[in-house]
């Protein structure tokens, strides 16, 4: 069993920037794939970005590439989401979740944190 605790949602401007964390408890942290997803009202739950365990490869959701960087500090037992130049279509709830592979699909991770909410203002 791992639960997983999201952090570091908030307000912020278009242009700006926030950096979501991820604290893992329980099972080992690092035997996991991570990955981050988002829902906005609305819409369905979508895949954000997710990084592997193995190597620390990681893949990104097209509209995110070269803005957002995903990355962990399996010392930490945390995955981070570090998000610059949001827009406001990326204001939602953001999700972490834990799986065997770093997948684009939710269905793919066994364990979800309650998520963190991003606003964006324009």
């Known amino acids: 069993q791992v639960q997983l605790v999201e952090s570091g949602g908030g307000l912020v401007q278009a242009g700006g920037s926030l950096r979501l964390s991820c604290a893992a408890f329980?099972?080992?942290?690092?035997?996991?794939?991570m990955g981050w997803f988002r829902q906005a009202p609305g819409k369905e739950r979508e895949f954000v970005a997710a990084?592997?365990?193995?190597?620390?490869?990681?893949s990104y959701a097209t509209s995110v590439k070269g803005r957002f960087t995903i990355s962990r500090d399996n010392a930490k037992n945390t995955v981070y989401l570090q998000m610059n130049s949001l827009e406001p279509e990326d204001a939602a709830v953001y999700y972490c979740?834990?799986?065997?592979?770093?997948?684009?699909?939710?269905?793919?991770?066994?364990?979800w944190g309650v998520g963190t909410r991003v606003s964006v203002s324009s």
């Open positions: 329980g099972r080992t942290f690092s035997t996991y794939a």
């Open positions: 990084i592997s365990s193995v190597d620390d490869a990681t």
């Open positions: 979740a834990a799986g065997p592979l770093a997948h684009s699909l939710p269905s793919s991770y066994d364990y």
